[in-house]
């Protein structure tokens, strides 16, 4: 990867870390904790990575707690 990739790959990646991280502080609001919530690895493994954000897995009672704050957010 030549120099000129290097800087919109890393801001995509960095876009990704960001969103991650502000999803991660909204649902501690809500008190809800995804334990797997990261930057998905497998999405940066390409030769021009499109970075994804892996929410990961959670218990029924997480789920149910993040629709419920899904729901009463939405417009």
């Known amino acids: 990867m030549g120099m000129a ?10 876009d990704a870390e960001q969103a991650c991280g502000e999803l991660r502080t909204a649902l501690k609001g809500a008190g809800i904790t995804l334990p797997s919530l990261a930057v998905d690895a497998v999405s940066l493994a390409d030769h021009f990575p ?5 929410l990961g897995r959670c218990t029924p009672e997480v789920a149910r707690r993040l629709a419920d704050a899904v729901r009463t957010s939405a417009p």
């Open 50 to 54: 499109r970075p994804l954000v892996e």
């Open 5 to 14: 990739e290097r800087g919109p790959v890393a801001g995509k990646i960095r």
